[in-house]
């Protein structure tokens, strides 16, 4: 049974950084790609960031050129650093791993992490 741990989140002011962890078990998602979603209330979840077991990044345009995805397979983390944050990125973040090739059977979700920007 794979689990997802997210840890990071918190309250920070608009214009500071913030570094969301997701740590897995259970087994290893070399081969997975990892991602981090966001729901903010009233909204549905959406994509924040992505990246492939390969290297490969995918980004929300509204937060390109301020958060950057980054993992350790040795370790089977992934990392969303997040700077510039404003009040629009207020959400509980999810960290998501999903098998390329087989998405409907090996798709897991962590249990999220708040996120609030407000001064």
């Known amino acids: 049974q794979v689990q997802l741990a997210e840890s990071g989140g918190g309250l920070v002011q608009p214009g500071d950084s913030l570094r969301l962890s997701c740590a897995a078990s259970?087994?290893?998602?070399?081969?997975?790609?990892m991602g981090w979603y966001r729901q903010a209330p009233g909204n549905q979840r959406e994509l924040v960031a992505t990246?492939?077991?390969?290297?490969?990044?995918n980004y929300a345009d509204s937060v390109k050129g301020r958060f950057t995805i980054s993992r350790d397979n040795a370790k089977n983390t992934v990392a969303l650093q997040m700077n510039s944050l404003n009040a629009e990125d207020t959400a509980v973040y999810y960290c998501?791993?999903?098998?390329?090739?087989?998405?409907?059977?090996?798709?897991?979700w962590g249990q999220g992490t708040q996120v609030t920007v407000s001064s």
């Open positions: 998501n791993a999903r098998h390329p090739l087989r998405p409907g059977i090996f798709n897991y």
């Open positions: 259970g087994r290893f998602l070399g081969g997975y790609t």
């Open positions: 990246i492939t077991s390969a290297g490969s990044t």
